[in-house]
DNA sequence: CAGTGGTCTAGACCACTAT
DNA sequence: TAGTGGTCTAGACCACTGA
């Protein structure tokens, strides 16, 4: 019986096996939130292995956040977090791929600039220090779906290849051309009108609402070595996210 | 030396120490991506403990991403996902406490209504099932910010608390309501202009760009038991997310 | 082949909970 | 006091890497 569940002399840990086991219990709803878990005595006679091992599966168990332990007391199925929302960006590109779409960037302007007052207050650098500036704009199947602007200090002097500058995030171009590695980047996500420019760059009329994005790179000294503001169509574009014990029953419904 | 560091008889375990220690040694920049970690019998003789327990800590740097490790080569610190963008929702409440404003929920309808043929379609229920539907307005310092409509089965036909409909979440709300309990959830945000209605509520002239989100929530049949849309206005809300092993210096700047 | 990380064990001791 | 989870050990064996 137990020989159906836990295979000892399988390549596959057992202590992954055992995981995979209660996750599969948990996510088809056998376990519910809030029951029980076997204790670890329990489980390691049931299946004749180490205490240790079986901790090693509950503990990844409690990484995957799906159980909960109280000392003395047991180990608990968790209830999942369905109040607190978790968007991941690169949903936007992901979206153009499993559409089977083709996505292409184009590259509208680049060029070697010396920091104004105000590019200069953005990256926190001195005024007329040399910075790499391009606009991309990003296509699907020929329509317009992304504008990025992005400055990065250009410390290396290292040549610019074009191919370099029409896909690359913010941070893989900073790594590049500025002499400190990029270590941390702060993101603000916020709604917009798009200007007049914009809006001709996006094929979109005037006044359509879009997602605003804008990134800051710095390196492990906190200064920042890069600045990027992108704008994404919001007739075109949305983040989806899934949380929950049984999400691939819902993805397909 | 090595006592500085390790304090074999404090009751912070050793395991969690050893995280800490190196945590802190990435995060201030002395271990940097692509540096590798001394080897595990090398830190087991370094501070006389067991080879376990270094994995134990160095698991959680790996649950923690900070690490990575290849079998036969060594430990590895990795490099943060500069990236990958991940949003977390609970900002938007977050922000309005953290400018120390008071955050009010005023209700504008409560009512049990029956499904028509559109709600029903987005419940995925019969038509003329009840439903119990509501709007609320939250407002922070008197200012109105977000909008939100609401509908769930009305099940159970438990007595509805006014308390109950002003302030919880959709999926609180559903497990109080509904006669299955909440299992996951699927929520979309988008971009969109408010309409005259919900600019009105909200206090902002028609066509300013808003978030929106429309939250689904299912149970462990996945069948849907609520369904909710909210509006955030867009000049007053923003999603900001840090990522990186130096993020809280960041944060200061 | 030596060195690395990965898994597993059997048993020890601790702190906490409930009775 | 018995039962739970939490930590730690010393040592075993394995698979993989690179010289």
Redesign the interface.
Known sequence: MQGEIIDKNSVIPIYYQLFKYFENQIRS?QL??GDTLPTKLEIAARFDISR?TVRHAI?ELM?AGMVYTQKGKGTFVAS?R?????????NFYDEIRQKGMKRHAELLEARIIKADEKLARRLGIDVNTRCLYFRIVITADGEPLAYETKYTVYSKRSPILESELKDP????LAAAHSDT?????????????ATEEEAKVLGISP?T???L?IQT??N???KIIAWGKSLYR?DR???????????E??KN?
């Open positions: 709803g519910q939130p240790m503990g990484s999942p369905l109040d607190s929302v978790v968007f991941n960006l690169n995030s913010l941070s893989t590695i990029p270590s941390s980047s702060k993101k603000v996500l916020m709604v917009s009108n006044d609402p879009v997602f994005l790179i710095y492990a000294e906190s919001g574009y949305k983040l989806t996210t899934y949380e929950g014990w049984n999400i029953d819902i419904s």
